[in-house]
């Protein structure tokens, strides 16, 4: 019974060396969002290919195991099990005894707090998923006494987590669009600079989205940011007014509905206007145009009736801003 005893501690001293080897080693942690990851397998892969091309092997005559090797690296490890029995393949045995038999030679007490330093580290080694991100950013936003910077933080964090369409998809799920859209009431204005710039992410080319920030009725809250003081803003809310009018029947009719037609003249027929919203403006005013000739009905958009803005667009024309004359011809070629 003691030798029985004595081989399961040894087995579960192993265990503890094992994990502190991986939670403690060397690897360097690489990560293109917030968290770490292990991110080694393509060097690792790297050099497992280029070691067979040297000693001329056949790639094809690899063992199992070289595959389940390459796949661990390339894949990262699925389980806790599987990273284990990786580590313990490719370790010195004897240097794991040895490690193992110091291991036995703690206190119950040492002994439990290297565990607990052991679950701390395997802790900061998981990645988080997109959807965990961006719930731990909304409810950020959603915590009234978050300083400015942290505001600010989480709203960036967002805005790069929304790019993925999936990700867009899952946002009112969360709660996103609703905390997202409460921030373009904020008093500061780079914080109602990037939400808008995060509706509009969100919702080009993603119908669903699109929608979704419709019927919150937030449409005509980004036509008046649009006459902002701050051009950034401003800039922001157009881009956020097309991407969610775009090839959409419903929001271009609340964008007539809203007198957009006129939010476009004061944009074009000021030439004190930033160059950035003449140009969004002639490429969401071809966009209507392009949308009207596909569905080919009889029914005549309001602009076409505007000559204040109808000369303002042809007024243009003269502008030395080269891309300004790509859109416009753009639009002349509709």
């Not at 030439?271 to 009207?292: F, G, N, P, T």
Request: aromatic content about 4%; glycine content about 6%.
């Amino acid at each position: 019974m003691g030798r029985r005893t004595n081989s399961i501690s040894t087995a579960a001293a192993t265990l503890l060396v094992v994990l502190a080897a991986v939670a403690g080693g060397e690897r360097v942690n690489k990560s293109t969002s917030v968290g770490s990851f292990w991110s080694t397998a393509k060097e690792e892969g790297d050099l497992l290919r280029l070691k067979s091309t040297v000693a001329g092997a056949d790639l094809s005559d690899r063992t199992v195991q070289e595959e389940e090797d390459e796949r661990q690296l390339d894949g990262g490890f699925s389980s806790l099990e599987g990273m284990l029995q990786w580590t313990i393949g490719h370790s010195d045995p004897e240097k794991l005894k040895e490690a193992a038999l110091d291991m036995q030679r703690l206190s119950p007490e040492e002994l439990k707090e290297r565990q607990m330093e052991i679950k701390e580290l395997m802790e900061k080694l998981k990645t988080p998923s997109d959807s965990k991100l961006m719930k731990i950013a909304i409810d950020d936003l959603n915590n009234s006494s978050l300083s400015l910077e942290d505001r600010h933080r989480a709203l960036q964090e967002l805005l790069i987590l929304v790019e993925p369409i999936d990700n867009a998809n899952d946002l009112h799920k969360l709660g996103g669009l609703t905390a997202v859209i409460k921030e373009l009431n904020y008093p500061n204005p780079e914080i109602r600079t990037i939400s808008a710039w995060i509706l509009g992410k969100a919702s080009q080319n993603n119908p669903l989205v699109q929608n979704q920030i419709l019927e919150l009725g937030i449409l005509a809250k980004l036509m008046e940011m649009v006459h902002s003081e701050f051009t950034e803003e401003a800039t922001k809310a157009l881009y956020a007014i097309s991407a969610l009018i775009r090839n959409n029947q419903e929001g271009q009719h609340l964008f007539y509905g809203e007198a957009g037609e006129l939010m476009l003249e004061n944009i074009l027929s000021n030439s004190s206007v930033d160059i950035r919203l003449h140009r969004k403006s002639i490429y969401l005013l071809a966009d209507l145009v392009e949308c009207q000739l596909e569905r080919r009905n009889d029914v005549e958009l309001p602009f076409f009736s505007n000559q204040i803005l109808l000369k303002s667009v042809v007024d243009l024309i003269a502008s030395p801003d080269l891309d300004l004359q790509e859109k416009f011809c753009r639009l002349y070629m509709q």
